[in-house]
């Protein structure tokens, strides 16, 4: 086990063997734990990624969230995303990994997503952080194709602690950058660590389609679309990206 750390993120640690979803354990305790507070659990019952689709969760993979209450404009909340993919990617680093940001929520590697991210939060209140890394897990059955994880891309096991000690520190960072509002240079960090920039999308949200050339990430986290119609800026939501 861990000592708790010196930073806002981990100063409180909490391990569960087994949770429906760190997330939503973060939530029922937010109001009356501290901010940093960090939830981890071996596995969850029902991981959740964004409109309730199912996150696998097995054993071996670091599943957890973060409290945080930012007391911040309401429009930098939705930049928290950020500070987590950020965090996974340097981590990577440290382990020799080459991992970039797949706008919106996504840490890829090899081409294939490694880590997914999942904001929520009560507006004023807090933010819930909920990261999930395959590390050591196999990759569900269905995902081949599209997941990979640490062991496989290093070719054997790594320590989770190892790798929730990196996170965090990762995580204190950015952070930390983002309490004094540092935004430029969050937002200067994701750009170049984000392989969508140059690259031709379709954007959906399940109902409209976007297609262009994704040429820049925005103030807000906007990402920017050339189109034959003319710049056209995707919020942050519940939006997947494909390239074409
Ligand atoms: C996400 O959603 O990528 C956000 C996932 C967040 C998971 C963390 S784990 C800790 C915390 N507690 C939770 O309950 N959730 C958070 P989205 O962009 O909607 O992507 C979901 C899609 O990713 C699924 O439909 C699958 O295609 C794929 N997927 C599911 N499990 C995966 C895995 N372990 N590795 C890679 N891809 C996976």
């Known amino acids: 086990m861990l000592n708790p750390r010196k930073g806002i993120i ?3 640690i ?38 309730d689709r199912e996150w696998a969760s097995p054993e071996g993979g670091l599943w957890m ?28 680093s440290e382990f020799g990994i080459e991992a970039g940001i797949k706008w919106p929520n996504d840490v890829w590697a090899n081409g294939k997503k490694i880590c997914g991210i999942l904001t929520e939060g009560r507006l004023g209140e807090f933010v819930i952080l909920g990261i999930g890394l395959n590390v050591n897990n196999e990759i569900p059955p269905g995902l081949e194709e599209t997941a990979t994880s640490m062991k496989l891309l290093l070719g054997r096991e790594v320590s989770l602690d190892g790798v929730l000690q990196a996170l965090l520190k990762n995580l204190d960072r950015w952070y930390g950058l983002f309490l004094k509002g540092r935004m430029d240079a969050i937002l200067s960090a ?35 679309l050339e189109t034959p119609g003319g710049r056209i800026r995707v919020f942050y939501g519940d939006v997947s990206l494909r390239f074409e």
């Not at 939530?27 to 969850?44: H, L, N, Y």
């Not at 911040?72 to 340097?90: E, Q």
């Open 10 to 12: 981990g100063k409180k």
């Open 14 to 51: 909490i391990y569960l063997r087994e949770v429906s979803s760190t997330n939503d354990y973060a939530k029922s305790i937010a109001s009356e734990t501290p901010e940093g507070t960090v939830v981890v659990a071996e596995r969850q019952t029902r991981g959740r990624g964004r409109r």
């Open 65 to 92: 969230s973060v409290i945080l209450k930012p007391r911040t404009r309401t429009a930098d909340i939705p930049k928290i995303v950020f500070i987590g993919a950020l965090a996974v990617v340097d981590a990577l």
């Open 190 to 224: 994701v750009k170049e660590r984000c392989f969508v920039l140059g690259r031709n999308v379709k954007i959906t949200d399940g109902k409209m389609e976007m297609v262009g050339m994704a040429v820049d990430i925005e103030g807000e986290g906007a990402l920017v």
